[in-house]
């Protein structure tokens, strides 16, 4: 990598690894949500939910944004606004005020993903790479949040914690100001038929037509691929912590006169293994049609939803490693549907189309969270996994679809 590659790449990893830190770490507040409110699992699915929305919904104007004026600011904007909601939930004194902080998080958290993949896949010549070594430092910040949150609840209350939590971000900010590179240094001519000038959307009707462009072609499977990979991955990961709480294998423990909870240890670890997972889907982007290795993974992903509480109730041993399967496919499967937009998509609305992506994956996908937990109230976790097969299997025959394209 050149030095302007390298700067991006060192700007969009911090700011990814940041904004995973505290999207992860929220369900393992959702059981101490629990018990310091008077309220069910429903409910706070639908607390959750309403952030993760606004994660989903604020991308496609983000992506608009990215477009017109540039992603540096929007990724600053993202990590201050990132660090006040924190704030807000470390004060939060019922469960309206935990909605409210963590719908502002969704809204700061959501201009992240168009603009940094945007900034990569203008301004970076080795585009795979790049996209690699970003989904690494995600899901650094997707298995550090949770283990941070687990460590430091150990000594301190999840009030204390979640302010703690707000200073890395503001540190994340300043450094996102302060750092200089040339955002389209790496698009030409043939990069999706724009020229390097052919930049933005500048009024209501462009945005329409540009919109119509990107949804009379592939990009519309495309679309469904990555709602049907945000509902399986807000329906699995929102409630995991609680239901690992539950089985006997995670039971609490006394260890140095303090109690320790195994299931949150067992969480942090199953996203730690998506570090690889995010590492070989880089790389797979460079070596295999993108949309063949989307539907191998779907069909994984469906194998793994069936056989995960049978493996739990196998022992610790069958539930470990089922986990760690799930956690490397959840992750797998994220680069491989990025750089799949960035090939069916123009260079110049980049932002917008990726705007477009990350509504399907945190948007709609965000109804994952509320599925999840009125699926656990009012059935069971067999029911819930059911539901997760469905949704791999319908992705798996849509990249099917795509690959015969």
Request: proline share 4%.
């Amino acid at each position: 990598m050149n030095r302007n590659d390298r700067s991006i790449v060192g700007l969009v990893a911090l700011a990814h690894a940041m904004v995973h830190t505290y999207e992860l770490s929220i369900p393992i507040l959702i059981p101490l949500w629990l018990e310091t409110f008077p309220v069910g699992q429903g409910t706070v699915g639908l607390v959750v939910a309403a952030g993760y929305a606004l994660f989903g919904l604020g991308a496609l104007p983000g992506g608009i944004l990215s477009d017109t004026v540039g992603s540096r600011k929007l990724i600053a904007g993202c990590l201050f606004g990132m660090a006040a909601s924190f704030a807000l939930l470390s004060v939060a004194p019922s469960i309206v005020v935990v909605a409210l902080a963590l719908v502002c998080w969704g809204v700061a958290a959501s201009v992240y993903h168009p603009s940094g993949l945007s900034l990569i896949s203008t301004g970076v010549e080795q585009r795979g790479d790049a996209f690699a070594y970003h989904g690494i430092a995600g899901n650094i910040g997707t298995a550090a949040g949770p283990l941070a949150v687990t460590l430091l609840l150990l000594v301190a209350d999840w009030r204390v914690v979640t302010a703690l939590l707000a200073v890395p971000a503001v540190v994340a900010g300043l450094v996102a100001l302060r750092v200089r590179f040339d955002e389209r240094a790496a698009v030409t001519a043939t990069d999706g038929g724009d020229s390097k000038a052919s930049v933005g959307i500048s009024s209501v009707g462009e945005f329409l037509s540009e919109s119509k462009l990107l949804f009379v072609g592939p990009f519309v499977a495309v679309f469904a691929i990555v709602m049907l990979s945000g509902l399986y991955y807000r329906g699995v990961l929102t409630f995991l912590p609680d239901l690992l709480s539950q089985m006997p294998a995670f039971a609490p423990v006394e260890f140095a006169g303090r109690e320790l909870e195994p299931y949150r240890y067992a969480y942090a670890g199953l996203l730690t293994v998506g570090v690889a997972g995010q590492y070989a889907g880089g790389k797979l982007t460079e070596r295999i049609p993108t949309e063949r290795g989307i539907g191998l993974t779907f069909a994984a992903l469906a194998v793994l939803a069936v056989v995960f509480l049978p493996a739990a109730n196998a022992g610790l041993v069958p539930l470990l490693v089922v986990g760690a399967f799930l956690g490397f496919a959840l992750f797998v499967i994220q680069p491989m549907y990025q750089a799949t937009v960035a090939q069916y998509t123009p260079s110049g609305t980049r932002g917008l189309s990726y705007g477009y992506t990350y509504l399907g994956v945190f948007g709609v996908g965000s109804a994952g969270s509320a599925i999840a937990g009125a699926v656990l109230q009012y059935a069971d976790a067999t029911a819930l996994f059911g539901v997760l097969a469905a949704f791999a299997v319908a992705g798996a025959a849509i990249a099917a679809v795509l690959a015969a394209r």
